[in-house]
């Protein structure tokens, strides 16, 4: 398996609270993803990088920002959640863009 | 705007049943089509599809692409209990590198 871990595994937090989300990645991989997925809608992209502090938005990024300061961090950031932000969140990385691979998601509680 | 639609959405069959999955798709730039496979956890890579009528196989699993209809199918001959999972759908486009995911089919595979 590729090297992707994520953290943390799960968290429940209040609305209105600052929450950071961690993909590590020891993989050397160019790309990183951050991806929700709900019931009824399937994965849904927030945000990718294509490079260290080279970020673009996918089609859900309200409400989201992203950061990567380094090759192998890619940090996602919900402001302050709200309960519509309930979700699991994977973060994915590939070296030529066509094959993704996964990390074990994180699930997200906005109470 | 553009659209990766999975059928059915769910599909029930008995051990040793032959299923085919349905991908079409209408985006503006495509590059390549992927399947994956998504158990308990994070989604499994299965194949990339780039040209047309060419199939890829893995194992009972096969797959292939129609670039003039828009779209793929993914079979799977002889099922077994561990297929059961949710298929998903993905279209790479050119543009901005994005990635668009279907809503998936869930396959139960009864014993």
């Known amino acids: 398996d590729a090297g992707i871990t994520q953290s943390p595994r799960h968290k429940v937090t209040e609305t209105g609270t600052p929450v950071t989300l961690r993909c590590h990645q020891t993989e050397n991989h160019r790309y990183m993803y951050w991806y929700r997925q709900d019931p009824g809608h399937g994965l849904r992209l927030i945000h990718y990088?294509?490079?260290?502090?080279?970020?673009d938005k996918g089609e859900v990024s309200d409400g989201y920002s992203v950061s990567r300061s380094k090759t192998e961090d890619f940090l996602l950031t919900l402001e302050s959640a709200t309960s519509s932000q309930t979700s699991v969140y994977f973060c994915?990385?590939?070296?030529?863009?066509?094959?993704?691979?996964f990390g074990p998601g994180t699930r997200l509680t906005v109470l | 705007e553009d659209k990766v639609v999975q059928s059915p959405l769910s599909l029930v069959v008995h051990e040793g049943d032959t299923v085919t999955l349905n991908c079409s798709y209408e985006?503006?730039?495509?590059?390549?089509l992927l399947w994956y496979k998504q158990e308990k956890k994070a989604p499994t890579f299965l194949f990339m599809l780039?040209?047309?009528?060419i199939e890829k196989k893995s194992g009972r699993l096969s797959s292939i692409l129609d670039k003039k209809e828009l779209f793929s199918i993914l079979n799977i001959t002889a099922t077994q209990t561990g297929d059961s999972a949710i298929y998903l759908c993905a279209v790479l486009m050119n543009r901005d590198d994005k990635i668009i995911f279907g809503k998936g089919t869930r396959l139960h595979i009864l014993p």
């Open positions: 780039t040209s047309s009528g």
């Open positions: 990088s294509y490079g260290v502090k080279d970020t």
């Open positions: 994915a990385i590939s070296e030529i863009v066509n094959e993704q691979f």
């Open positions: 985006v503006t730039n495509f590059r390549s």
